[in-house]
């Protein structure tokens, strides 16, 4: 079976319509997440442009806060989701010596639910009083009985992710524990397919949690019910806890494939293998059962009796533990090792260095009574895009640049990709770090104007925000440069040296259809 | 030399840090903020530290062979047990203060405080009165027309006044979506959540104006709805009491505007309450916000307009002014609307504050003419007919915000009136209600009113929505009279 060639524009539009190839459908999830990147990136940047200087510069405040909402969301689901489950497409099959994913067309239908799902978003604006306005945790009763037309969209928007994640979770866990080569025993598998797996059980745990929420919302909107509507005998508290109980283990499902990207990246270049492996999958597994008993922890302003603020906050310092084992374990992974710094090795030291930090000012939001003074303000939004940008997001451009040769079967440009790091290691603290200082002299958050004492620190976040940005702009040319113009040098099938797994095993770029019999076990 | 530099560079840091407030709460939240904080220094020197040794020192390209470690069961033990260990050391002083803050304590002091787009109510339980507290900044600092203040959206028409060193208790509650009342200095940060009474403490130990903002996204103007507080002595606190209650006995006057007096304050009260959505010049900000000039309301039939005013649009940003505005504002800003950007063209009407007062009474009651809705009403006969219309025009006044005009109340916050135990009970619990409020709710004391403003109220509420002798025995309905106030105040 050779490459698929297709001639034609309109030959071409069928081929990526129709395929079920797991790389083809990971390629299409890697450029959906790239395209969404940049559109919520755009908004932030926005939002940063306003915040730029206190007084109105251009922005009308409901517009503030439409971006606001919009940026979160895409982001969220649009880039972050998506880009992960790119590679959860891309590498899975790869690393099982599985041929495809265990159901192709549901795979080919999760995905394009997808460019739908966004178009209902982002096309929203056309409904009276444009897009949504009340951020993306749509808290009710803002969303429910304030919440604009385009809110029903959204609705329907989050819906259909809803269903894409659901099946491409159910598509993973069927693959993962169907389709191994015979000989590869559960705790053989790699860290990475380990991290989806815990994942994908997550994810078929919240999204219906989220899907309940949004229902309980439109029936609030339309037919008359009051589940989150004091006057009727509802509940706006009962939103939050609902929202929260899918969101906290929502933030995990970003950050769990995130990790077990680093700790395929780490051992490569530390050339040594991974450090406590074991103790790598139980430490994701122990995270993944937590994050379903923290959720009162984004709720400890709302009147919750203090005994259950105790149990929430020491469920929540204790995340920590787990989180810990996985840091140790990583620069356990570098002692003694042959370290090399290419770039997806930059990018997820960068990532260990960074993420921590989100970590530990993430312990210090779970203290109850200090959150009272952290809480909503942008102490809360300098910690999770620590762990969110110079997280997850470090850890996908980690992958990308790990197993970019691979796809492509071509080397980008190391010097560009460095200069990407650097500029985007620079940047995101400089536009991070002022925020823990905003927050911790009293700037709320999502608010489109502030008193003039939070200037300085609000320019400063601003001027690297921007650099952030338009260092993103390096990184697009490197994929273009790479996949569309096919510039750089060929990769060897092992790409790197000391990369170890099956994936490796096989040319670069890799065949339309691999391990179509199955391989045999790697000897060490 | 030194300790000069170290003064500073310390003045530095606190100057972005956490404030350490003017309650023992806060500095208590302040000490284990600074705990935390030094814990994860630590933590991340330690972390970072033998990772850097290990960038620097491991190298390949100092030709070192990597070693062939898998992991070491004792270093995973005691870097899951040390950690678990601290962390629950950490969790206990964080929840002693919890506990702390969550003990009752006699409250002298007991303010409610209302969330609503985009402003704060604040209203002193113990004292029967109640205000709004807007953002004051002028648009033209936030257009960038005048130069910005040092309080530039940190300042309001009306801060809530509290006296040091004494137990305020606030109690937080909202009339439309979530909003949080935040004030860094008193460490504290309350949701305010519709159907919700949420409680917050403080003490403060110097006298001063503390700002904050709210927290919780509620609409569009969110970053606009800024909270001052004036910590006052107790004696200064008192002579503040004094006025403010002046103020609320005072009687709105029945007036009359003249056109230039009713487009004077027309413009003061759409400066302060329908500019920043609707816009200077009136255009808004279609289609959210609708523009006035040429608009079918502002320049459609008068009847229509009070309506919007009074009761707001339902599901739109436009919310109701009926309670935040008198009667002589409202007409004015209705007024404004209809002469200003070329609007008098197709309206033009002066309107007056009796025209609203009209409107407030409505359809909901179709009794009486409209005359006697008037405040000002001959007392000296006191018959049922009086009584009921000096009740209606007190129910209007001081209970219709919560009880609601049919009577139903918006349980399970607000009760309802009707049928309710204490409305058809026996009179004088009825009236003991009134004057002493029900500790640990919203129902304030209502004692400051006049012996004839309680009577005629108690006999309005005994006597309408359907509560009356026939349908709940003999100990309802009835015509109460001042004098049976004026002895249940005695017996007291």
Known sequence: MGEVVAKGF??????????????????????????????????ALLIRAELFQPGTMFMHPNFYNQMVTLHGLVMIFGAVMPALAGFANWQIPL???????????????????????????????????????????????????????????????????????????INIIATIMTMRAKWMEYMDMPIFVWSWFITAFLLIAIMPVLAVTVTMLLFDRHFGTSFFNAAGGGDPVLFQHLFWFFGHPEVYVLVMPAFGIISEVV???????????????YAIACIAILSFIVWVHHMFTTGVMAWVKIFFMITTIVVAVPTGIKIFNWVGTLWKGAISFEPPMLFALSFIVLFTIGGFTGLMLGVVVADYQYQDTYFVVAHFHHTIVSGVYFAILTGVYYWLPKWSGRYYSFKLANWHFWLSTISVNLTFFPMYFLGLTGMPRRIPDYNIQFTDLNMLATVGAMIFGISQLIFLWIIIENVFLKRGKPATAAVWEATKGLEWTVPSPAPHHTFMTEPSPIKE | MYTLL??????????????????????????????????CVIAGIATFGVMFYALLKHRKSLGVTPAQSKGHLALEIIWTVVPLLILLGLSYPAGKILMDMDEAKEAEVNILVTGLQWKWKYEYLDHGFSFYSNLSTPMAQRNGLEPKGEHYLL??????????????????????????????????????????????????????????QCTELCGMLHGFMPIVVEAKTQEDYQKWLAKRMDIVIQKEADRVLTKDEAMKKGQQVYQVHCQSCHQADGKGMPPAIPGMVGGKITTGPVSGHVDVLLNGIKGTGMQAFGEQLTNEEIAAVITYERNAWGNDKKAGELVQPKTIDQARGGAALAEPSQEVVKPKVDTSQWDSKTAMAVGKSVYDKNCQSCHQINGEGMPPMFPSLKGSKVVVGPVSQHIQLLLMGVKGTAMASFAWMSDEEIAGVITYKRNSWGNNEIKYGKDAGGLITPAEVKAMRGAK
Request: proline residues 6%; hydrophobic residues 45%; glycine residues 8%.
């Open chain 1, 10 to 43: 309109r030959a071409k539009v069928t081929r990526w319509v129709t395929t079920t190839n797991h790389k083809d459908i990971g390629t299409l999830y890697l450029v959906f997440a790239l395209v969404m990147f940049f559109v919520a990136g755009l908004m």
């Open chain 1, 95 to 169: 690393m099982i010596g599985a041929a495809d994913m265990a159901f192709p067309r549901m795979n080919n239908w999760s995905f394009w639910i997808l460019p739908f799902a966004f178009g209902l978003l982002l096309f929203s604006n056309f409904a009276e009083g444009g897009w949504p306005n009340f951020g993306w945790t749509f808290y009710a009763p803002l969303s429910s009985t304030y919440g604009p037309p385009s809110t029903d969209y959204m609705i329907l928007s989050i819906h259909l992710m809803g269903i894409s994640s659901i099946m491409a979770s």
């Open chain 1, 267 to 281: 051992p490569t270049f530390a050339r040594k293998a991974l450090y406590g492996a074991k103790f790598m999958i």
């Open chain 2, 6 to 39: 170290l003064g500073s560079v310390s003045t530095l840091f606190a100057s972005y840090n956490m404030t350490q407030g003017v309650t023992p709460m806060s500095h208590r939240i302040y000490d284990i903020h600074m705990l935390m904080f030094y814990v």
């Open chain 2, 155 to 212: 300042e309001v028409d009306e801060p809530v006044v509290v006296p040091i060193h004494t137990h305020v208790r606030f109690l937080f509650t909202s009339r439309d979506v979530n909003h949080s009342w935040w004030v860094p200095d008193f460490a504290v940060k309350v949701d305010c959540i519709p159907g919700y009474i949420n409680e917050g403490w403080v003490y403060v130990e110097k006298p001063g104006t503390y700002r904050g």
